[in-house]
């Protein structure tokens, strides 16, 4: 297996700028490979889970929510940060599902990790794909709004290629659930 030596940078100086809720920003300097220095400026973030919940009759349950930075309304799958760095993935995901939609479920499996901006985040998104979807009561937290409803999972793939699905870790999901479905 190759050690990318040739590609790895070693920080030399970490200095936090910026300690906020949710995300710390920190410039760091680093050591190229060839040797020079450079600025890194990092978001570090506490990570995330993602779920894509299938009914049994093929249909995902699918939010939407106005997200402020876009100033709009987008559908994604239900997710939601980690409340600790040590918190158990697995865990946060059956706690966001339940709390945003109401639904648990029988059998969940791990569709892997999602990084949506390594350029200057850490984030790491975990992504389950739950199953023997049984519906109950949501909670919502004080400050969550979102509407949540069923679309054929073959439906949300036509949504993702033409562009009417813009949210990354939806993409991922949507796709990766699909070719667990063989669609």
Request: aromatic share 8%; with cysteine; net charge negative.
């Amino acid at each position: 297996m190759e050690d990318f030596k040739n590609l790895t940078e070693v920080q030399t100086d970490s200095q936090e700028i910026f300690d906020g809720v949710i995300l710390h920003v920190f410039k760091d300097t680093v050591q190229l490979p060839n040797g020079k220095p450079a600025t890194r400026e990092v978001i570090r973030h506490v990570g995330a889970v993602g779920v894509i919940p299938v009914t049994d009759d093929g249909k995902v349950i699918v939010e939407r929510q106005f997200r402020y930075p876009l100033n709009r309304v987008i559908t994604e799958i239900p997710a939601g940060k980690l409340d600790s760095f040590t918190e158990d993935r697995l865990s946060a995901a059956k706690r966001e599902l339940e709390e945003e939609t109401g639904y648990t479920a029988k059998e969940w499996i791990s569709m892997g990790d999602y990084f949506p901006t390594p350029a200057y985040c850490d984030e790491r998104i975990t992504l389950y794909l739950a199953r023997g979807l049984e519906q109950g009561k949501r909670h919502l937290d004080e400050d969550e709004f979102l509407n949540f409803e069923a679309i054929p999972l073959a439906a949300l793939v036509a949504d993702v290629m033409e562009g009417r699905i813009t949210d990354g870790k939806t993409q991922v999901a949507v796709l990766k659930a699909a070719r667990l479905f063989g669609l």
